[in-house]
T-cell receptor, first 112, second 115 residues
Framework: AQSVTQLDSHVSVSEGTPVLLRCNYSSSYSPSLFWYVQHPNKGLQLLLKYTSAATLVKGINGFEAEFKKSETSFHLTKPSAHMSDAAEYFCVGGGGADGLTFGKGTHLIIQP | EAQVTQNPRYLITVTGKKLTVTCSQNMNHEYMSWYRQDPGLGLRQIYYSMNVEVTDKGDVPEGYKVSRKEKRNFPLILESPSPNQTSLYFC??????????????FGNGTRLTVT
């Protein structure tokens, strides 16, 4: 069985400051992990995916995520927030025959 | 342009009146899936299809039907809608099973209100 937990339902940062969106997972095997972003009135768009080739994964729009097996975490970061980053972010685990497990989402608010 | 197209974007209906939400993809993807998104619950899978004429229940299939007669289309059918089906619905597709090598492509959503 697999579960994905996003630790914050809302995160608010000032423009130009770092972003940290937290995600923990539990899995009985090596997980497949993704981060998706959802802008208002839009579908979800893939930000990045963990492929097990590297623990630090780079995605689009300057986002990165680091897979830490010891902490069962896959936190999403960005060095400097931009107003256009305001959106809902989903951590997602699994895939293939087991299907996907979505976190409940983190709403990112960017203060000017 | 590669895309997943859902129609309609917005739909208001009354309890018991059958409705269909269409989903079409132009990427020749084998895998298609329907999700509903509700506040505080994230996305939950309703039904999915691994290929033509192959459909399976997701986590919340009650009150929904699907069909996959053609590869590109995967309509969601509510035979007798009820207010608890008021939600935001997303269709998604991928080359195969939403794996690491074939992540999901999402439509823009259908906001359904059942009164």
């Amino acid at each position: 069985a697999q579960s994905v937990t996003q630790l914050d339902s809302h995160v608010s940062v000032s423009e130009g400051t770092p972003v940290l969106l937290r995600c923990n997972y539990s899995s009985s095997y090596s997980p497949s992990l993704f981060w998706y972003v959802q802008h208002p009135n839009k579908g979800l768009q893939l930000l990045l995916k963990y492929t097990s080739a590297a623990t630090l994964v780079k995605g689009i729009n300057g986002f990165e995520a680091e897979f830490k097996k010891s902490e069962t975490s896959f936190h999403l970061t960005k060095p400097s927030a931009h107003m256009s980053d305001a959106a809902e972010y989903f951590c997602v685990g699994g895939g293939g025959a087991d299907g996907l497990t979505f976190g409940k989402g983190t709403h990112l608010i960017i203060q000017p | 342009e590669a895309q997943v197209t859902q129609n309609p974007r917005y739909l208001i209906t009354v309890t018991g009146k059958k409705l269909t939400v269409t989903c079409s993809q132009n990427m020749n993807h084998e895998y298609m899936s329907w999700y509903r998104q509700d506040p505080g619950l994230g996305l939950r899978q309703i039904y999915y299809s691994m290929n033509v004429e192959v459909t399976d229940k997701g986590d919340v299939p009650e009150g929904y039907k699907v069909s996959r007669k053609e590869k590109r289309n995967f309509p969601l059918i509510l035979e007798s809608p009820s207010p608890n089906q008021t939600s935001l619905y997303f269709c998604a597709s991928s080359r195969g099973g939403a794996t690491i090598d074939s992540p999901l492509h999402f439509g823009n959503g259908t906001r359904l209100t059942v009164t």
